[in-house]
């Protein structure tokens, strides 16, 4: 707010410095320029050498790793799939307690017309709704 000019003569003012900056251009000393081109020249014929050879062939397993996303994604999945196996080996008895798991545990003798029920599998239930 406090920067902004009063007046056209500054404007002015500051227009002819500014055109008075641009018709005076600075010159660069020749040996600043010829280092400048120098350094340029080595990082080219540096870089032009480098790109030129032909990366490491990676192994099977390092594909694969690199597919699943690397190390912290492959730790990831082990221990999820080691805890899958743990809950699937020695499930807890809350677990047995669901009602889905009851129906599929239950033999010929125990089930009952209203097992679909207890599964709440909404095709089975509106199937048996309709007959």
Avoid at 9 to 28: G, K, N, W
Avoid at 52 to 64: D, F, N, Y
Wanted: charge should be negative; include cysteine; charged fraction near 20%.
């Amino acid at each position: 707010m406090g920067n902004k000019p009063n007046s056209q003569t500054e404007i002015d003012d500051l227009d002819a410095l500014f055109a008075e900056a641009r018709a005076t251009r600075p010159e660069v000393p020749a040996s600043l320029m010829e280092s400048i081109l120098a350094d340029a020249a080595d990082a080219q014929a540096g870089h032009l050498s480098s790109t030129a050879t032909e990366p490491p062939r990676r192994g099977p397993i390092e594909v694969l790793i690199a597919a699943l996303g690397g190390w912290p994604s492959l730790g990831g999945l082990v221990a999820a799939s080691c805890v899958g196996l743990w809950v699937g080996i020695n499930a807890p008895d809350l677990m047995l307690d669901t009602p889905g798991l009851q129906t599929l545990a239950r033999t010929g003798s125990e089930t009952t017309d209203y097992a679909a029920y207890e599964t709440f599998d909404l095709a089975t239930v509106l199937a048996e709704d309709l007959q």
